[in-house]
């Protein structure tokens, strides 16, 4: 019997090896109010885990994310995973249209799997304005061993989550939105939940690091910069990219950029500098780049920057594009998918504008400003609750009419391609995200679109990703393949104008009930609004 026990052992090792599922990661995030001084003024801010912001998530692709949140503050909560596909899944999106939220006092756990991506994201709080106060972290997808990466293996990787700050909380901003009023210009701005000089990146002479960078504001473009030093490009939102060079980025409300900056400089303390892009006047907060042997500390001049130049932030956007011969989280090249050949099977233009319905500023696309709905339309469309949203209600195209309130949704089909163009006649640049998918960018001009425009796409190597921005008087297109089935959310990245109605929810609808094509509703979900005292599915 002894004697067997080594061989029976080697056998369920290698049942299980040969059918291998990917790895679990157990997170557990605590969320809660605490005391921090991010601009110098005593504030609540949202913490998790004791930490503003809070902790970084790490995996591996196609690792299953099992994080328990678990609500301790005194109000509804829930957060939402900007990049994160969520595929076939967008119960788990943690938008409120697919999730209801955790109640006070109470947690719930996501089931998630970083399927088929790699790249650098983050975690926010997606009701109300939670995120002005916070509640957001970092969240990294790392290439599996085998796959290739194509640069050397960094001395350090440094997340910066950088972004406008306001002084005032985020109920109180929202009293001020509700009694109409206009949320001023940000007091300032943070980098890893600092202000000025408040945040330290040691580094080694001679060695090269990877700064992971983005940009967890709710209302301000950004510029990234480090005094002496050039950012090489290398990934954006999941995508590696031709590696160019540069002295600054921009990077719009709710983008990821990946830069590899090289300590090739004298043994000094340099200026991390962020400011604010396209706002007079140009907010500034820096951090510091230390050498290990450097025993100066950081002064003079900040390096400058672009200031409100439309022109230098779209011709650096159009300088962006794709390695075609790199990896993704597949062993094989990104630009194997020859996007640029497949025909074209329906054409949407969004086009954002003000609003003024009942006596109060709203914001909407093609006259349309998004009313919350009491229940998630994804649990609406699982029990077939009527009237809680209105199917196919959001128009293809602009209609330049009066704008209206209406809890919309965008009725698409399962493995369509798509076009979407982002119209912007406003004096603001605008940041728009769709959940569940990366996108091509294939073309931004100004001026209005017209299918004229379509010369000047890139057909051959657009980056991919899920948030872009669309400069004033001007447009945007993308090209999407709709290969994720469910309901995902397409909204504003400017939280202000999210609130006040510039998002809608797009359905993407296939008759199958194959588990192919989409999971059944999670057992554990949260039942609220029509839906509560319903049941899900059985174990």
């Known amino acids: ?57 790490d995996c591996v692709t196609n690792d299953n994310l099992i994080i328990s949140v678990h609500n301790y503050l005194n109000e509804p909560f829930l957060i939402s995973w900007n990049g994160l596909q969520q595929r076939r899944n967008s119960y788990q999106d943690g938008m409120p249209g697919t999730t209801c939220p955790i109640p006070p006092r109470r947690n719930f756990t996501y089931i998630l799997q970083a399927k088929d991506q790699i790249g650098s994201f983050f975690y926010f709080p997606s009701i109300a304005l939670h995120k002005a106060s916070g509640g957001f972290g970092a969240l990294r997808i790392y290439s599996r061993p085998r796959i290739p990466v194509p640069f050397p293996p960094p001395a350090g990787d440094f997340t910066v989550l950088a972004g406008d700050w306001y002084k005032k909380s985020h109920r109180q901003l929202t009293r001020m939105l ?24 040691t580094v080694e002479q001679g060695r090269t690091y990877r700064f992971r960078i983005s940009n967890v504001g709710i209302a301000t473009s950004i510029n ?44 000094d303390d340099y200026y991390v500098v962020v400011s604010s892009r396209f706002t007079k006047p140009v907010l500034t907060t820096t951090a510091v780049l230390h050498y290990r042997n450097s025993w100066k500390k950081v002064s ?72 919350q709905a009491d229940t998630p339309l994804k649990l609406a469309d699982y029990f077939n609750i ?39 006649m406003e004096d603001s640049v605008q940041s728009y995200h769709i959940d ?53 959310n397409i909204r504003s990245e400017n939280w202000i104008r999210q609130y006040l109605g510039q998002q809608f929810y797009m359905r993407v609808y296939t008759p199958s009930r194959s588990l192919r094509d989409e999971y059944p509703i999670p057992k554990n979900a949260l039942l609220c609004g029509r839906a509560r005292g319903r049941h899900t599915r059985p174990l």
């Open 1 to 57: 019997m002894r004697e067997t026990l080594p061989l029976l052992f080697f056998l369920i090792l290698l049942v299980n090896v040969t059918n291998a599922e990917s790895p679990y990661r157990f997170i557990y995030l605590k969320v809660h109010y605490g005391i921090a001084y991010p601009l110098g003024v005593k504030q609540n801010v949202i913490m998790i885990n004791g930490q503003f912001p809070g902790p970084q998530i």
């Open 178 to 201: 509700e009694r109409g009023r206009n949320i001023p210009m940000p007091d300032g701005l943070l980098i890893n939940g600092r202000g000025w000089n408040g945040y330290t990146f």
């Open 224 to 267: 990234f910069r480090i005094a002496g030093h050039k950012l090489k490009l290398v990934e954006v939102e999941g995508t590696h990219t031709l590696q160019t060079n540069y002295a600054s980025l921009d990077i719009h409300l709710g983008q990821s950029y990946s830069v590899l900056v090289t300590a090739d400089q004298a043994p």
């Open 300 to 371: 003079g001049p900040l390096p400058r920057g672009p200031t409100t130049q439309i022109g230098w932030s779209l011709n650096q956007a159009h300088s962006i594009r794709m390695n075609l011969s790199a990896s993704g989280p597949r062993p094989n090249p990104q630009g194997s998918y020859h996007y640029g050949l497949i025909k074209l099977q329906r054409t949407i233009m969004l086009a954002n504008s003000p609003a003024y319905i009942n006596g109060q500023q709203r914001y909407a696309i093609n006259s349309v400003s998004y009313l």
């Open 386 to 424: 009527p009237g809680v949203y209105y199917p196919n209600s959001m128009p293809s195209y602009p209609t330049w009419g009066t704008p209206y309130l209406k809890t919309a949704s965008l009725q698409t089909d399962y493995r369509t391609f798509v076009e979407i163009i982002f119209q912007n």
């Open 436 to 488: 569940g998918y990366a996108f091509f960018v294939v073309g931004m001009d100004g001026g209005q679109w017209t299918p004229r425009s379509r010369l000047s796409y890139n057909l051959r190597d657009a980056v991919t990703r899920s948030t872009v921005q669309v400069y004033p008087k001007a447009w945007t297109a993308v090209y999407m393949s709709l290969d994720n089935v469910g309901m995902w």
